[in-house]
């Protein structure tokens, strides 16, 4: 079973997605929580300049091939391997970020964005994917809250980028969601940490009843 939880900054997946993947490991159901862009090590190396701030010359185009160059070594070398192996993957972000951000939010063709992650993700697709929505500002001034928490002395490269353009990000996953609603479940991201689990648990257990249950017997 391949999850993956998607939403704006600020949104709260990452969080959701710790709580989710502890739930699942107390059940004693084999699991691995991975994220993009980063999840391997060239990934990381791959994260570090797309989302450092002093790479605002960054072109949309290799924006888009470097979050592409990160998901094809991720699914080759940690995805595909863990589903291959009857494990489930939570992933935090995958091809919808891509189609979200770099096709509705910064305008790159939509229909090459999918033709290449096809290419690279060979077949490998999200089975359920949890959308974590909420007001643009609620989840900027989080987010931007979250980051002087840690003591980041500035905000990432696309925190820092217009209310339009995040916008027009929300927008993007609510289109990608009204496309697809047999695999998209919204999620109100603004009710609490608890009760966002709970919602989660209990999509998981309508959805994933078989293989729940082949994992607990
Ligand atoms: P994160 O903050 O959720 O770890 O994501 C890192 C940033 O990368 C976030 O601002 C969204 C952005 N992103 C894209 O623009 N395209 C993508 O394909 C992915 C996976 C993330």
């Excluded at 900054?9 to 502890?22: H, I, M, N, P």
């Excluded at 090590?41 to 924006?63: F, H, N, T, Y």
């Excluded at 995040?166 to 608890?194: C, I, P």
Aim: proline share 3%.
């Amino acid at each position: 079973m391949f999850v993956t939880f998607e939403g704006i900054e600020g949104s709260g997946k990452s969080t959701q997605a710790v709580r989710f993947y502890r739930y699942l490991k107390d059940m004693s159901v084999p699991v691995i929580l991975t994220r993009e862009p980063g999840g391997t090590k060239q990934g990381e190396r791959i994260r570090d300049i797309l989302l450092d701030s002093d790479a605002s010359d960054l072109v949309s185009c290799a924006e888009l091939l470097l979050y592409t160059a990160d998901r094809a070594q991720h699914v080759q070398t940690v995805i595909r391997p863990a589903l291959d192996e009857g494990k489930w993957v939570l992933c935090d972000r995958f091809i919808d970020a891509t189609i979200a951000y770099q096709g509705y939010a910064r305008g790159l063709d939509i229909s090459f964005i999918e033709l290449i992650n096809r290419k690279v993700c060979c077949g490998v697709w999200p089975d359920i994917t949890f959308l974590f929505d909420l007001p643009v500002e609620v989840g900027l001034e989080r987010a931007v809250n979250r980051n002087r928490e840690m003591n980041q002395e500035s905000n990432g490269r696309f925190e820092q980028e217009a209310i339009a353009f995040h916008e027009a990000v929300r927008r993007g996953y609510h289109m990608l969601a009204a496309a697809d609603q047999k695999r998209f479940v919204r999620v109100d991201a603004m009710l609490s940490e608890e009760e966002i689990t709970a919602r989660l648990i209990e999509h998981i257990e309508d959805i994933a009843k078989p293989a729940l249950r082949r994992h607990l017997l």
